[in-house]
Each structure stands twice: as C-alpha cells, then as structure tokens.
C-alpha cells in the first residue's frame, strides 16, 4: 500500500512544509530532517515538558507485544468498521491518528479503509472509479521511541514525532481524527478537523480491567461513563464494547501491566504472584463518534 503524504505545518513559523532532498522545510528556512527510519520531527525543544516526552522505550515495547498477540483486536476492528460507515461518501479521505504509539492502530485502519475501498472499485464500473485515488493517512505521537518503531514496521504510512495539543496540521485539513487512549486539546481538535468531519475517541468503559485493580487496591473504583462534551462537535453515537480475555502466560500479563499506570501501584512481590497464574479480565471501552458542526 501507498498512502499520500500529508503536508505538514512549521511548529516554529506554521508555514506549509516541502520536501527538500531528506528534509521538509519552509520557506522560512526551518528545516526538519527525515529520519533513517521515514518520519520526521516536529516537537521543537520549547513544547517538551521533559527531555523524553510520552511513553518510554520500555512502554512502547510492552504495548507493541501485547497488541499483536491480538488481545484488543475487537477494540480495533470495531473503531475501523466506525470510521468506514463515518467515511463512505468521501472520496480521498484525510486521517489523522492522534497519539498513534506505535502504530497497531493506525496500521489496521489504513488497511481496513483501504481493503474497503478496493472491493468497492472492484464492484463498480471502472469508467466511474478513479483507481488513482489514495487514502492520507498520518500518524502523531508525542514520544520518539514509538514513533521510530512505527515508521520502521510501517513504511507506508507519514508518522511524526509532534504535540497533540498543537499538531502540525492546517486548519479544516482532516475528514477523520481517531483518538485511542490519548490526551488532546477541544480546541485544537475543533481546528484541524473539517466541518462535517468526524472524531472517533476511545476511553476505559465501568469495568475494564477491574479484576486486575481488585489485586491492587482495596476499594477500587469502576471508570466514570459520563460522555465528555467537546466544543463544535456533536455526538453521533456511543457504543460500549464489552468482552473477556484469559492470559495464560507470564509474559502477556507482564506487558499488560507494563503497558498501563497501574504497574507502578505494585511491588515486586505482587508483580511475580500476578504473573504466576493464569489472569482472566474485562475489557470494557467507551467508543463515542463525534461530527464537527459547520
């Protein structure tokens, strides 16, 4: 698959981005190289609130085991089947995943759109299909390591190293923003995304992973289900996604957690009686799609 390169924005002077050689630049002359691996950074040195932003190495690989074993391959199929219903009538579709990680999502979506749209070509009549048209699709995070991981797996796709909270991108330049477990500002959302354009969000539904925070706190507490309102967006539909996994093997459980801010809830100790049983789970996920009013 080749998907169109998305034109980015200066984070310094926000004028549009050319490719020059292994670099973008603009015509102020701020210049961002191309990394060996095809993304290119964007957070410049004064929107980092730390020296290493965002989800470290050790995370970014918990997490990247973890999903390709398939354990949230329901979560994925289900925002994907969202996003082409969200999509149907738009032609060349720009998306944009917002804290992408390391790409398993941002991966399937393009594949599913993709697969989608082949299969509607194929069942047409070619003198009305434009063969030729591609899918843009963009992946952002704010931590190197999972973007540097994501470029490497996933060579057709544009991911960049840049802040949720002020993304690289012009204004009304998306038709979809998926957002899966990630921070990001109302309105900045409201500013990249076209009138009539879509957010799909992803947050922890009541019950998931309550079995695991029963092992770690006494009086845990179930997430809330209240439906975050978001200025210039309405709410097409919410659906909650419910189902149950069985780990078997250490290791999956040691991602899991690993993966989450609840490792750092346990000791060692704990840690090592988790890991030693099998661990069965709720997984239970809010996945609300919001339009951009006009």
């Known amino acids: 698959m080749n998907y169109l390169c998305p034109t980015y924005l200066c984070p310094i002077c926000a004028g549009p981005?050319?490719?020059?050689?292994?670099?973008?630049?603009?015509?102020?002359r701020h210049q961002f190289d191309l990394a060996k691996e095809g993304y290119v950074n964007l957070l410049p040195v004064q929107h980092k609130n730390?020296?290493?932003?965002?989800?470290?190495?050790?995370?970014m690989q918990a997490r990247r085991e973890f999903l390709d074993q398939g354990f949230y391959q329901s979560l994925s199929d289900k925002v994907n089947s969202i996003a082409q219903q969200a999509l149907a009538t738009v032609d060349t579709p720009h998306i944009l995943d917002l804290g992408c990680g390391e790409g398993y999502y941002t991966h399937r979506l393009a594949q599913a759109i993709t697969d989608a749209s082949d299969a509607t070509i194929s069942n047409v009549d070619s003198a009305t299909v434009d063969s030729n048209q591609k899918l843009q699709i963009a992946g952002l995070d704010i931590s190197k390591s999972a973007v540097r991981y994501a470029a490497k797996r996933y060579k057709s796709i544009s991911f960049c190293v840049a802040s949720a909270y002020a993304t690289p991108f012009a204004d009304a330049s998306q038709d979809l923003v998926t957002r899966i477990y990630a921070p990001s500002q109302n309105d900045e959302l409201a500013r990249i995304i076209k009138a009539d354009g879509y957010l799909i969000t992803v947050t922890p539904a009541a019950e998931h992973l309550f079995e695991l925070k029963q092992k770690i706190?006494?009086?845990?507490?179930?997430?809330?289900?209240?439906?975050?309102?978001?200025?210039?967006?309405?709410?097409?539909?919410?659906?909650?996604?419910?189902n149950e996994i069985?780990?078997?093997?250490?290791?999956?459980?040691?991602?899991?957690?690993?993966?989450?801010?609840?490792?750092?809830?346990?000791?060692?100790?704990?840690?090592?009686?988790?890991?030693?049983?099998?661990?069965t789970l709720t997984l239970d996920f809010n996945i609300t799609l919001y339009k951009r009013t006009a």
């Open 50 to 59: 730390s020296k290493n932003p965002g989800d470290n190495k050790e995370m």
């Open 217 to 242: 706190y006494q009086t845990p507490e179930k997430h809330d289900m209240e439906i975050e309102e978001i200025a210039g967006f309405y709410v097409v539909e919410q659906q909650r996604l419910t």
């Open 246 to 279: 069985t780990l078997t093997q250490a290791k999956d459980s040691k991602n899991l957690l690993e993966m989450t801010p609840l490792a750092w809830k346990m000791n060692d100790e704990q840690k090592a009686a988790l890991y030693a049983a099998d661990l």
């Open 17 to 28: 981005l050319s490719l020059q050689d292994k670099s973008l630049a603009c015509e102020q």
